[in-house]
Nanobody, 119 residues
Framework: QVQLVESGGGLVQAGGSLRLSCAFS????????MGWYRQPPGKQRELVAE???????DYSDSVKGRFTISRDFVRNHVLLQMNSLKPEDTAVYFC?????????????WGQGTWVTVSS
């Protein structure tokens, strides 16, 4: 099992910045992909940013140029730096990792952290 704990969410004014952190622990051998997703109120969960085996990040169009995903294998963290925040970024943000064991991929999710951007 892999445990994920997100932190860093909160209330911020439009144009401000927040940094989300996701600490992962447990059976972390085999983790190859890490990402952040979000679920705005009343909407479906959507990809924000993801970084896989190749190390090249992938971003949704709505956050390109404003958000940066990074990973730290020494401290077992995946970070999301969010700049120039907009009210439409308001959502619950979830961390996800994908672990491969015996060629079988399994996803693990954190509990989520709220980000509220006021106008």
């Amino acid at each position: 099992q892999v445990q994920l704990v997100e932190s860093g969410g909160g209330l911020v004014q439009a144009g401000g910045s927040l940094r989300l952190s996701c600490a992962f622990s447990g059976d972390i051998f085999g983790i190859h992909t890490m990402g952040w997703y979000r679920q705005p109120p009343g909407k479906q969960r959507e990809l924000v940013a993801e970084i896989g085996r190749g190390g090249i990040p992938d971003y949704s169009d709505s956050v390109k140029g404003r958000f940066t995903i990074s990973r730290d294998f020494v401290r077992n963290h995946v970070l999301l730096q969010m700049n120039s925040l907009k009210p439409e970024d308001t959502a619950v943000y979830f961390c996800k990792v994908v672990r491969s064991v015996a060629a079988v991929n399994r996803e693990y999710w954190g509990q989520g952290t709220w980000v509220t951007v006021s106008s």
